[in-house]
């Protein structure tokens, strides 16, 4: 089977999982996208800010608490133009790649560079399962390491810490108390905070914010609290907000 324009890890996993089968029907050159739409950013240290989207459609991973399962398998193939004339008719300057896993396919990487080249301030949403290293160094890297709760912990790359610039962050989203230690163990050991932002927030629905609060109080843990800002202001099931 000839797989044309994704990253070496996604070669391996579409051969091996045919869920990313619709990564390896997509034209040379092409990005396979689920939607691109013009929101309020919801997290990050850049959250209430006005943000265009751009979700790459498929996933190397199976999160129990993933809220976007329909990038899966949805979407169809842009060429990298088309891309950029819908985000430039939106008209923000701010620009986030998500996802899915936006690093499963080679053209987000020739897409973020282009979007900076163009004046943009691009953020990148990635899960921590994938190589960051050849990311354009102009972008903001959000890498979204994955807790135990989460069933996909084995697959972080913990490596990627020593890769990580002030300007990149680590997101860290807990289930439950032994999600919080889990993160708490990682921030303290590897120094992250030293590095970039962290940002610890709650499983939608599962973990009471005004726990993990006091959690973070109790320890003095050098992190910033996050609350999904769209998932207050909209119905937390509506899709493209």
């Known amino acids: 089977m000839r797989v044309n324009g994704l990253s070496d890890a996604a070669k391996r996993l579409t051969i091996a999982d045919k869920r990313l089968k619709v990564l390896g ?46 990038a899966f398998v949805e979407g169809g193939a842009m060429t990298l133009d088309a891309v950029l004339d819908r985000v430039d008719a939106l008209g923000i300057k701010l620009v986030e790649l ?25 953020l990148l949403e990635t899960s921590g399962s994938v190589d960051i290293r050849d990311v354009d160094p102009r972008v903001r890297r959000i890498v979204d390491f994955k807790s135990p709760y989460s069933g996909e912990e084995e697959h972080n790359l913990y490596d990627l810490v020593a ?27 590897r120094s992250i905070d030293r590095m970039c932002a962290v940002l610890m927030g709650c499983v939608f629905g599962k973990l009471d914010p005004r726990d993990l609060v006091a959690w973070i109080l109790e320890d003095k843990l050098p992190v910033r609290m996050q609350i999904q800002m769209h998932k207050v202001i909209w119905d937390p099931a509506k899709r493209g907000v």
């Open 25 to 70: 029907a997509a034209p040379e050159g092409t990005l396979v996208v689920h939607e691109i739409y013009a929101s309020v950013q919801g997290e990050s240290t850049y959250a209430g800010l006005p943000c265009t989207f751009v979700r790459t459609s498929a996933c190397n991973l199976r999160c129990r608490y993933c809220d976007t399962p329909h």
């Open 98 to 122: 998500t996802g899915g896993e936006p690093l499963l396919q080679q053209a987000s990487f020739t897409l973020m560079t282009r979007l900076c080249d163009a004046g943009y301030t691009v």
């Open 163 to 189: 890769a990580l610039r002030p300007h990149d962050e680590v997101k860290l989203v807990l289930a439950d108390r032994a999600d919080y230690e889990w993160a708490r163990a990682l921030v303290r050991e």
